[in-house]
């Protein structure tokens, strides 16, 4: 009969530090039962396969075997690859893949600004919301420190209109519709009142302005770039063994 032993050395990490006691036990306990319950598991499958069934040297060698490309392609790429991606290139590369780049989501650029319901400052900050000024911006941005629960003045930072909807509690079942008709908005909840002034907008399935994709280009590049780092080390290789009759082919 095998016998397995979970020993308290086995429980190291499996308790993250600063765990309440009570919540200790909880863990342990249910570790102690997920290992019993898989030794048991393997017991009943042993039991019950065929050797064959139960040979996975071919696997693990395999296995072994891409762990181990996997680790020094890794390597090779840290040593090897350029990770300098210019604004030009970047830029080319949207300009020649720009179907790639189709929005998924309506997209807004905007100012807005939370305030409690009663707030006296009011007209104040729809004033200065609305202005292009920058003297007016810089007040906006002093008052909104000092008076707003929260705000938000990047105007040239585009946002997912969805993403806003979720700060700001704008009802409406045709959001094209309303993007093309409301610049300033005021909407209010029990607790606050909500002043939105949209500078700018783009409907979904029309092409996604380049300062929304920069890093997605970015990371695209990267990854071309590293692919055919790999291929081309994997040639090389290949080659200079063929060169050398490092490798024979019957």
């Given at each position: 009969?095998?016998?397995?032993?979970?020993?308290?050395?086995?429980?190291?990490?499996a308790?993250?530090?600063?765990?309440?006691?009570?919540?200790?036990?909880?863990?342990?306990?249910?570790f102690?039962?997920?290992?019993?319950?898989?030794?048991?598991?393997?017991?009943?499958a042993?039991?019950?396969?065929?050797?064959?069934?139960?040979?996975?040297?071919k696997?693990?060698?395999?296995?072994?075997?891409?762990?181990i490309?996997y680790e020094?392609?890794?390597?090779?790429?840290?040593?090897?690859?350029?990770?300098i991606?210019?604004?030009?290139?970047?830029?080319?590369?949207?300009?020649?893949?720009?179907?790639?780049?189709?929005?998924?989501?309506?997209?807004?650029q905007?100012?807005?600004?939370?305030?409690?319901?009663k707030?006296?400052?009011?007209?104040?900050?729809?004033k200065?919301?609305?202005?292009?000024?920058?003297?007016?911006?810089n007040?906006?941005?002093?008052?909104?420190?000092?008076?707003?629960v929260?705000?938000?003045?990047?105007?040239?930072?585009?946002?997912?209109?969805?993403?806003?909807l979720?700060?700001?509690?704008?009802?409406?079942?045709?959001?094209?519709?309303?993007?093309?008709?409301?610049?300033?908005?005021?909407?209010?909840d029990?607790?606050?009142?909500?002043?939105v002034?949209?500078?700018?907008?783009?409907?979904?399935?029309?092409?996604?302005?380049?300062?929304?994709e920069?890093?997605?280009?970015?990371?695209?590049i990267?990854?071309?770039?590293?692919?055919?780092l790999?291929?081309?080390?994997?040639?090389?290789?290949?080659?200079k063994?063929?060169?050398?009759?490092d490798?024979?082919?019957y």
């Amino acid at each position: 009969m095998n016998k397995d032993y979970l020993y308290e050395s086995d429980l190291k990490g499996a308790i993250p530090p600063g765990t309440l006691p009570k919540d200790s036990l909880v863990l342990t306990r249910n570790f102690i039962d997920n290992w019993v319950r898989q030794k048991l598991m393997v017991k009943q499958a042993v039991n019950n396969l065929a050797k064959d069934q139960m040979d996975f040297t071919k696997q693990l060698e395999d296995y072994q075997n891409s762990l181990i490309i996997y680790e020094y392609e890794n390597a090779l790429v840290k040593q090897k690859l350029d990770t300098i991606v210019t604004d030009v290139e970047s830029r080319n590369y949207y300009d020649a893949n720009q179907q790639n780049f189709l929005l998924k989501d309506h997209i807004v650029q905007i100012k807005y600004v939370k305030l409690p319901l009663k707030s006296s400052l009011q007209k104040q900050f729809k004033k200065l919301l609305s202005s292009d000024s920058q003297d007016d911006n810089n007040g906006l941005v002093e008052l909104c420190e000092k008076n707003a629960v929260d705000y938000f003045l990047d105007d040239q930072t585009w946002l997912f209109f969805n993403d806003v909807l979720k700060q700001i509690p704008i009802r409406t079942y045709d959001p094209e519709e309303f993007l093309k008709k409301n610049r300033n908005v005021e909407v209010q909840d029990s607790m606050y009142q909500y002043l939105v002034c949209f500078r700018n907008f783009m409907i979904k399935e029309n092409i996604s302005p380049y300062s929304l994709e920069k890093q997605q280009i970015h990371d695209i590049i990267l990854n071309k770039r590293k692919i055919e780092l790999i291929s081309r080390m994997q040639e090389d290789i290949y080659t200079k063994a063929l060169k050398n009759n490092d490798f024979e082919i019957y």
